[in-house]
């Protein structure tokens, strides 16, 4: 069972048009909705990343209390108050253990802000909103465009870390999804020029890079996570595609003490030293 999972509600469904539209939602914004648990009284932190007015269409995070693996989990959904005050919690969705969720919503004017209460907000250039897989995304063309997260002291030093994403590059090159560093690597994310996924890690004695085992198709969304223990150069991440661990193997440049991520910058999309920019769409990085 997983415990307060953030569950993603995408529906399309005629009641949730607004009162205008012939629905049934009260609030032309959609913040009448409501999720609660299986009592149909508890109520249920959620966040609205994209909701329709004409359509009824609502793409929703709600953090879910227990999700069980062997029955149903039953929630409830409540509309209909046009004097209702925004019901939503979105930092309530995502616990201390998210310490970034952007979403990149939208589609139209691009987003990059930060769902979680750290406020890690980044901040876009060049690249321009898109669709996604899930509601809006990011955009870059390749020329040096990226999403800047400034450094935070709550994102340095994170040993155990775990990095998702989804990704749809245009082009069969090396092209940098995500990691931090300003003007020195400390670590990232790639897609290598035989369209396998890259993770560099720098030690005190050498650039560690594994390799996946398996290839991310061009011109399609594919979900990437990697896992990570930096806390002893022995450690190796594994990194899941679609799913699916990859096998990496052992990087013997793995040696000595990990570099620390003090004073280093967050990038989306390029290094931070304009090189290897990516040519494609990012969505949903945690």
């Known amino acids: ?7 993603l509600f995408k529906v399309t469904d005629a009641d949730l048009k607004h009162t205008d539209h012939g629905g049934k939602v009260g609030k032309i914004d959609g913040t009448d909705i409501l999720f609660t648990s299986s009592d149909g009284s508890t109520k249920l932190s959620h966040e609205i990343e994209y ?6 269409e609502i793409i929703a995070w709600v953090k879910v209390p227990t999700l069980y693996t062997a029955q149903q989990t039953p929630i409830y959904v409540y509309f209909g108050n046009s004097g209702a005050s925004d019901q939503q919690n979105v ?8 310490k970034g969720v952007w979403h990149l919503p939208n589609g139209t004017t691009l987003s990059a802000s930060d769902s979680t209460s750290n406020a890690n907000n980044g901040v876009a250039t060049n690249a321009t ?7 809006g995304a990011a955009s870059f063309d390749g020329t ?3 999403i800047l997260v400034t450094r935070n002291a709550g994102t340095d030093d994170i040993n155990a870390k775990t990095v998702s994403l989804w990704v ?14 300003s003007g020195t690597n400390v670590w990232n994310i790639s ?11 720098v030690f005190s004695g050498g650039t560690a890079t594994w390799t996946s085992a398996s290839t991310v198709p061009v011109s399609s969304w594919t979900h990437v996570v990697l896992a990570y223990d930096r806390t002893s150069a022995s450690n190796d991440p594994t990194i899941y595609i679609n799913g699916v661990a990859s096998s990496l193997g ?3 440049n793995s040696t000595g003490s990990a570099n620390t991520d003090a004073s280093n910058d967050i990038y989306m999309g390029e290094t931070g030293n304009a090189g290897s920019d990516l040519n494609g769409l990012l969505d949903e990085v945690r």
């Open 250 to 252: 052992t990087d013997t």
């Open 91 to 98: 930092t309530g969705v995502w616990d201390s253990n998210f």
């Open 191 to 201: 897609i290598d020029s035989s369209n396998f996924i890259n993770f560099r890690q």
């Open 129 to 135: 909103a898109a669709s996604g897989y899930i509601g």
């Open 51 to 56: 909701y329709a007015s004409t359509t009824g």
């Open 144 to 146: 040096d465009d990226e």
């Open 168 to 181: 749809r590059h245009n082009e069969v090159a090396f092209d940098h999804l995500f990691g931090k560093h």
């Open 1 to 7: 069972n997983l415990t307060d999972f953030p569950m």
